[in-house]
């Protein structure tokens, strides 16, 4: 299993700004994933992290908007830059185990940008 | 590219009743894996069942089973004697096997239990 913890758990932020959010994982592991999920809707996958390479983005989503550090194997943090009231979602970090067939999600973080 | 459909946005069930949830996906890939997930209020994800594409026989964990129609592309959960606790937001989700360890989800359906 994995225990994942999120900081912070609920922000709200002005329009323009920035805001990090933090993936900690009490065991090593290779693939972290960030996903959105805005309200009432289903999990949208931001990028996925790898430790020592390049966060790889999925359609729709890009570096600029969304920069991903990944320095360690339990550890990630995503940014959300340039925030406008769109970005108000839930952002949750998951991470893979046995090769995808358990796959662990941290708490969330809500975000609203006023 | 693959697709995840639950038709159900909302349903609701008595407490000690039996309630399935539909899922179909739309995929070109032989070997896959399938899942459910629950999200409950609290927003924590957590994993309810998996099914492996390769296998017949349906998954089953204790009070949750699944119905693989692997020819009909579809994936529906059972919860038999259904709880207060299992109130939650319930996620049909599949990943590509060999790849790079992607869930793509439905839309999801909330299921409200009914004292």
């Known amino acids: 299993s994995a225990v994942i913890s999120q900081k912070p758990s609920r922000d709200i932020c002005q329009r323009g700004t920035s805001l990090t959010i933090q993936c900690q994982v009490d065991?090593?592991?290779?693939?972290m994933f960030w996903y959105r999920q805005q309200p009432g809707q289903s999990l949208t996958l931001i990028a996925t992290?790898?430790?020592?390479?390049?966060?790889?983005?999925e359609s729709g989503f890009v570096i600029d908007k969304f920069p991903i550090s990944r320095p360690n194997l339990t550890f990630s943090t995503l940014t959300v830059s340039n925030m406008s009231p769109e970005d108000s979602s839930i952002y949750l970090c998951?991470?893979?185990?046995?090769?995808?067939?358990?796959?662990?999600f941290g708490p969330g973080t809500r975000l609203t940008v006023t | 590219a693959q697709t995840v459909t639950q038709s159900q946005p909302e349903m609701s069930v008595q407490e000690a009743e039996t309630v399935t949830l539909s899922c179909t996906y739309d995929?070109?890939?032989?070997?896959?894996?399938l899942f459910w997930y629950k999200q409950p209020p609290s927003r924590q994800m957590i994993l309810v069942i998996r099914?492996?594409?390769?296998?017949?026989q349906n998954a089953t964990e204790n009070r949750f089973s699944v119905n693989f129609q692997k020819a009909a592309k579809s994936f529906s959960l059972k919860i038999s004697d259904s709880q207060l606790g299992d109130t939650a937001m319930y996620f049909c989700?599949?990943?590509?096997?060999?790849?790079?360890?992607?869930?793509?989800f439905g839309k999801g359906t909330k299921l409200t239990v009914n004292p």
């Open positions: 998951s991470v893979s185990k046995r090769e995808g067939l358990e796959q662990y």
């Open positions: 065991s090593q592991v290779t693939m």
């Open positions: 992290a790898n430790q020592g390479s390049e966060a790889t983005y």
């Open positions: 995929t070109s890939e032989n070997n896959y894996y």
């Open positions: 099914q492996e594409a390769y296998k017949q």
């Open positions: 989700a599949f990943m590509k096997e060999g790849g790079s360890e992607k869930l793509v």
